[in-house]
């Protein structure tokens, strides 16, 4: 996950602005957060409902002929303007995120208005609804309510690795999954609907109140609890997981180490006491490719050789480490947040890759195998494109 570690930041959208544009001079918030359990079951049946009514509608056809790891909104845009009069208004407010007469919208809209508030993802004005932060998208065949795919970090998350990192589990029935910096949910839903129990544990409780609407309106509510708080503090004692999973924030900077694993790290010293012997664990992190060869995060040699467990890292997308790469502005965002010019940032950045002889950065993906299934750190590379 592109973002900093424990924080998260939440962007306005301005009054008739579509979500995923931009508008100059937006500033970041801080959300704090306490532990707390999500009900998801209470969650009212409408949500189920409107699925069936998009299903009906062609919303799923329609996000079938995109592809489900970079939704582009401008990629949309285009054939939803072609669509006749009385569906075109449903598209424009839930897939582009605009200002839309109330009138226009279906009744199954409507009744999930309620739900939509309450998560905080709806702004609804006199006669105008418009949805806020979030766009409803179809990842891996999951209605899915987050933020578009961007190099800056939002309350709602969702990226090019959150579909990677679905690709590499392995998900068995009956399981038990617990699916750490969750967001709004996307692998615990996918856990839960391959048959599954899913545990999520979210720091942010803004992505957590959305991850219940998904669940609801992915009808898997039953089989997924969520809480709100710091990976497994709130969890119940003395539970283990048959497979633990998590997109952690790998965005490397003071609050989550030089190498952006620190959240990483603290996953890995408390995994043993949660995770079977015969369970495995599949986390993201960030790998540098340097002339040397590829640069792992600290700490991954010491776990394997600790707990006698295996580990395989497949190295993902690739990242330039120059002034236009997205990783770069990203890292300069969360600088300039602090109080730094943005453009100096972005320089400082790039010096700081150089000092270390970054060629590129890549993500990876760490997986973990069972107990006395110890062997040397193998690495993968995967066919994939480079990232801009």
Not at 76 to 82: D, E
Not at 133 to 148: C, D, H, I, Q, S
Not at 268 to 295: F, H, K, M, N, Q
Not at 340 to 353: K, L, N, R, T, Y
Request: a negative charge; proline letters at 7%; glycine letters at 8%.
């Amino acid at each position: 996950m592109i973002g900093s570690a424990f924080s998260t930041y939440r962007r306005p959208v301005a009054d008739g602005q579509s979500i995923g544009e931009e508008e100059p001079g937006n500033r970041w918030f801080m959300h704090s957060t306490s532990p707390s359990r999500f009900q998801v079951s209470a969650m009212p049946p409408s949500l189920e409902e409107l699925a069936r009514d998009l299903d009906a509608l062609g919303v799923s056809a329609f996000l079938a002929a995109f592809p489900d790891d970079r939704p582009r909104l401008a990629d949309w845009a285009g054939p939803i303007a072609a669509l006749p009069d009385d569906v075109r208004p449903i598209y424009e407010f839930l897939l582009l995120g605009r200002p839309t007469d109330r009138a226009l919208l279906p009744p199954s809209i409507h009744t999930c208005f309620p739900a939509l508030e309450e998560a905080a993802i709806l702004n609804s004005r006199g006669e105008t609804a418009q949805l806020a932060e979030a766009v409803l998208m179809r990842p891996t065949g999951l209605w899915l309510f987050a933020a578009p795919p961007s190099p800056f970090e939002t309350d709602l998350y969702f990226g090019a690795d959150s579909i990677q990192l679905a690709r590499h589990l392995d998900i068995r029935p009956g399981s038990a999954v617990l699916d750490l910096c969750s967001g709004t949910g996307l692998q615990a839903l996918l856990a839960a609907e391959r048959g599954a129990t899913a545990h999520a544990v979210e720091i942010n409780p803004v992505a957590t109140a959305v991850a219940r609407v998904n669940a609801a309106l992915n009808g898997i509510a039953d089989r997924v609890s969520l809480w709100s708080g710091n990976l497994f503090d709130p969890l119940p004692t003395g539970k283990v997981y048959d497979q633990v999973i998590a997109n952690i924030p790998f965005l490397p900077g003071a609050a989550n180490g030089s190498d952006g694993f620190d959240v990483g790290r603290e996953i890995l010293r408390e995994l043993p006491s949660w995770l079977a012997p015969d369970g495995t664990a599949c986390l993201t992190a960030l790998a540098l490719t340097t002339a040397t060869g590829i640069v792992l995060p600290e700490g991954l040699r010491e776990f394997a050789d600790h707990t006698g467990r295996g580990m395989v890292v497949a190295l993902g997308e690739r990242w330039p480490v120059d002034a236009e790469s997205s990783l770069v502005q990203a890292l300069a965002d969360e600088a300039a947040d602090d109080g730094g010019d943005f453009s100096e940032c972005v320089e400082e950045a790039v010096q700081a890759f150089r000092r270390r002889d970054v060629i590129e950065a890549r993500t990876a993906f760490v997986h973990i195998g069972a107990v006395e299934d110890a062997s040397p750190i193998t690495i993968l590379e995967e066919a994939v494109g480079d990232r801009s």
